[in-house]
């Protein structure tokens, strides 16, 4: 694919039901997935360069609709409600849970990039969403968010628990990961 400016992004429509989402986009649609507080929109302003285009917070479940941002009109970079978050009402839960697993499914994602805390390793719904690409075979990255909290030795056990995996280590706040996270997003994107 042709270089991407990813300076050029803007939110482009979010959707609370799977049936609201036009059955066929015209670019390829990059998801962003994992659970709540994991640093999803964070990372995708950092990709864009933004401070906040996408809404982020420290309270959990802060994106509650699937929320598609154009890029350069070339790519969709497509976030995610968190999974995994306790507190809120199950009928929302449910309702999060069958819209992302709708839009998973339904064939229409070029690359998944699945976020995962590089702090701790992966929990019970990481475990299942990770089966579940195997089982797939979405194609996917796997990015460990937040690697600016990690000490070098912690950093060098966490690595051993993700050896199994290719991984791109990140951080929302000093950058690391940026442009091979945005390498990786333009040669999955077509
Ligand atoms: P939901 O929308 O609830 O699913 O969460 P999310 O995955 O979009 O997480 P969000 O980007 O809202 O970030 C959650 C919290 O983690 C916020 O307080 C962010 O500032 C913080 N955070 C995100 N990324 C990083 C990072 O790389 N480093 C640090 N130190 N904090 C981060
Ligand atoms: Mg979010």
Known sequence: ???????????????GKFSQI???TEKPEIAFSGRSNVGKSSSINK?????????????PGKTITINY?????????VDLPGYGYAKIARSEKERFGVLTEKY????????LVQLIDFRHPPTKDDLIMLDFLRE?????????????????????????VFKEYKTIEFSAETGEGVEELRQVIENHGN
């Open 1 to 15: 694919m042709n270089n991407i400016n990813w300076h050029n992004a803007t939110h482009h429509s979010s959707y």
């Open 22 to 24: 036009p059955a066929v």
């Open 47 to 59: 990709l864009l360069n933004r401070k906040s285009l996408v809404r982020v917070s420290s309270r």
């Open 69 to 77: 941002f154009d890029i350069d009109e070339k790519i969709y970079i």
């Open 104 to 111: 998973l499914q339904s064939g229409r994602v070029a690359l």
């Open 136 to 160: 797939t075979g979405i194609n996917h990255v796997i990015v460990l968010t937040k690697s600016d909290k990690l000490k070098k030795t912690q950093r060098e056990k966490m690595r051993e």
